[in-house]
């Protein structure tokens, strides 16, 4: 089974409108972390958001909210006020364990792209 | 801060040689991880470095794969033998764990894009 999966592969959102990006994880594990990142075509990887498992609100970074539903094990990130720089893939990813104990080895999904339209 | 630095940024290789990669984390850092990025799909972990010891290896790293991290500084990555299936971006991140921080951050360099011929 996959343990991070997005199953928009691309989408197109408007300049300045809000858009939301899926992402489910499968995890046994009662401790973990989530990330998003975002690589745009020069290649690095750029944190944008982390969501701890004990984290009761939902993290925010700017223009960045993630979407925490534990229950439903989904970690949805929404990107509001879209700029043209946002286009990019963005990519969805797990750490299961404590960072401390496990080192961060991340589990990624299969990303999703998006393109910002003026 | 200069970032994570990765050469060269792009390599062509006949399948059967050897590839030599570097990567020179964020100097302060020291965790360094490896990730293999084919086309189309998320990262994939290789490996990881706490200072100079080699923590974790994947099973996707085979024996012809090699990594060090000497100093405890700049980490190389050595694939021998190439083959076409090794054809990826291979991406180098640092980070650092002191400071009571509640999350280790990655930092990533840009990669280093491998094809074999």
């Known amino acids: 089974a996959q343990k991070i999966t997005q199953t928009q592969p691309g989408m197109f959102v408007q300049e300045k409108e809000a858009v939301t990006l899926d992402c489910t994880y499968d995890t046994s594990d009662q401790s973990y972390g989530l990330f998003w990142y975002k690589q745009p075509s020069s290649g690095e990887m750029i944190f944008l958001i982390y969501?701890?498992?004990?984290?009761?609100q939902n993290a925010t970074e700017g223009r960045y909210s993630l979407n925490f539903q534990k229950a439903r094990k989904s970690a949805n990130l929404v990107i509001s006020a879209s700029q043209l720089g946002d286009s990019a893939m963005y990519f969805c990813a797990m750490r299961e364990g404590q960072w401390y104990a496990a080192g961060n080895k991340l589990t990624f999904g299969g990303g999703t792209r998006v393109l910002v339209k003026p | 801060d200069t970032g994570v630095s990765q050469n060269p940024r792009h390599k062509i290789t006949k399948r059967g040689q050897n590839v030599t990669f570097r990567c020179d984390p964020i100097?302060?850092?020291?965790?360094l991880y490896w990730y293999r990025q084919t086309l189309g799909q998320g990262p994939e972990f290789l490996t990881y470095f706490q200072n100079e010891a080699q923590l974790e290896k994947s099973r996707l790293l085979s024996d012809r794969f090699s990594a060090e991290r000497p100093k405890g500084s700049f980490s190389t990555l050595e694939i021998q033998r190439t083959e076409q299936g090794d054809s990826a971006m291979y991406l180098c991140?640092?980070?650092?764990?002191?400071?009571?921080?509640?999350?280790?951050?990655?930092?990533f360099g840009s990669g280093t894009q491998l094809s074999v011929l």
């Open positions: 969501q701890g498992s004990y984290d009761e």
């Open positions: 100097s302060e850092h020291n965790r």
């Open positions: 991140a640092s980070s650092w764990t002191g400071g009571g921080s509640t999350n280790e951050k990655l930092f």
